[in-house]
């Protein structure tokens, strides 16, 4: 870094640090603790410049401590750099923009991803649930935001990136190469598990979901059908909006979920009698692959003793998102507010637990051969519903199976 670089961030700085000590003698503002942190800041860049080993690049630890900051804060907010910030907003803006048909988070200090749409590029390429993503790219994860991920993983249909890809049970990194690609929105998969038990699956809950979950609805009404399974694992996407429509399908009465924030006016959201459809029985199933607005809509069913809600505890994910923009032309994505439960508790921080507690096997293909893998007879019955919802591996579903066929005790 030249000499007028170095001295120029020197300069800013020494002004953070002014700034900060003239705005707290001069109690421009209640928060002391703002100004102290500000004060702190601008102390350690000094040192870093004055007493580091090396001569340090300044621009990369300024850079590197905004994204360290806004990761301590939640995991899905992040701060872009002018250039990650440029190359972002091209991204969004070019509609032919190819993507991975991943959902991410962090956890163990590195990018996770939480689940995978259907016959997406990470399908076809092997990604799982739960699979750690060690780098992107050629990058550390452990450096990077979700927001950085996500955008490294966009890009042009038909090009590809290496994922330095860590699955359950392993320690050591394995290259697997994402093709991008335009991926549609994946439909409702149906199946009946029973005469009188209809399976809605819904990999997302992305616009118009509760109006087609809602016909859905009307025709197992028709056709005689009496109870229903919702399973909402590995589905992370959509805005909330079709989670609390799609719960006023099921639930009379009650507050469904409250969204509030420190800049965010606190809404309630609460279910309307004459947008329900079903009065039946239904039963959810979840697991930590459920995130987002499926969790609200679990949530409601639960807390409003609507239904069972099945499986293990969910991600915690359910929170609103910001995009601010900076004078220099780098941005952060902010998460503004929270989503909490009918009992006051922040989806973000506890998740949902379901009323019925039921641990998943964990898949293990190691001893698996391409025979014994493949699917039972009763589960093809329809295309595109997949193993899972029939598989006798999945104790989630048969639990939930098990609590809609028990005779409904009748009150004393």
């Not at 900060?20 to 503002?29: D, E, M, N, P």
């Not at 919702?230 to 979920?257: H, K, N, Q, Y």
């Not at 029985?281 to 987002?292: E, F, K, N, Q, R």
Request: aromatic share 4%.
């Amino acid at each position: 870094m030249s000499r007028a670089a170095r001295i120029g961030i020197l300069c800013a700085s020494i002004a953070i640090f002014c700034y900060a000590g003239i705005g707290h003698v001069l109690g421009r503002t209640t928060d002391d603790k703002a100004y102290k942190s500000l004060t702190v800041y601008g102390e350690v860049l000094q040192k870093i410049q004055q007493d580091y080993v090396d001569d340090p690049n300044m621009r990369t630890v300024t850079a590197g401590s905004l994204h360290g900051m806004l990761e301590s804060l939640d995991a899905q907010s992040s701060y872009f750099t002018p250039r990650e910030y440029d190359e972002y907003k091209k991204k969004l803006a070019n509609a032919s923009t190819g993507e991975t048909g991943l959902t991410l988070s962090k956890r163990y200090g590195y990018v996770i991803v939480l689940s995978v749409l259907p016959d997406s590029p990470g399908t076809q390429a092997g990604i799982r649930s739960g699979d750690i993503f060690e780098s992107i790219g050629g990058f550390t994860t452990r450096d990077m935001s979700v927001g950085q991920a996500m955008n490294l993983l966009n890009g042009q249909p038909g090009t590809g990136i290496k994922v330095g890809v860590i699955r359950r049970g392993k320690a050591t990194p394995e290259e697997v190469d994402l093709v991008r690609a335009k991926v549609a929105t994946p439909k409702i998969m149906v199946q009946k598990a029973d005469p009188d038990i209809l399976v809605l699956r819904l990999p997302t809950l992305d616009a118009g979901r509760a109006d087609e979950i809602r016909n859905r609805l009307l025709d197992a009404e028709k056709q005689g059908i009496h109870k229903v399974i919702l399973d909402v694992r590995e589905c992370g996407r959509g805005p909330v909006s079709e989670a609390i429509s799609t719960a006023r399908l099921f639930v009379p009465s009650g507050m469904l979920t409250t969204l509030r924030g420190q800049t965010v006016s606190t809404q309630v959201f609460s279910a309307e009698p004459k947008q329900v459809v079903w009065k039946n029985p239904v039963a959810v199933l979840i697991d930590a692959t459920t995130s987002g607005a499926a969790e609200v809509l679990a949530s409601a069913i639960a807390a409003n003793h609507r239904g069972d809600v099945v499986g293990e505890r969910t991600f915690g994910l359910a929170s609103e998102q910001k995009l601010i923009t900076l004078d220099d032309g780098a941005a952060l994505i902010l998460t503004v507010a929270n989503y909490y439960n009918p009992g006051g508790k922040a989806i973000l921080e506890e998740g949902v637990t379901p009323t019925e507690v039921v641990r998943a096997v964990p898949e293990d293909d190691s001893d698996t051969t391409e025979e014994e893998a493949a699917p039972p007879p009763e589960t093809q019955k329809e295309p595109g519903l997949g193993p899972r919802p029939l598989s006798p591996e999945d104790p989630i579903f048969h639990r939930a199976l098990d609590l809609l066929k028990a005779p409904v005790k009748k009150a004393a």
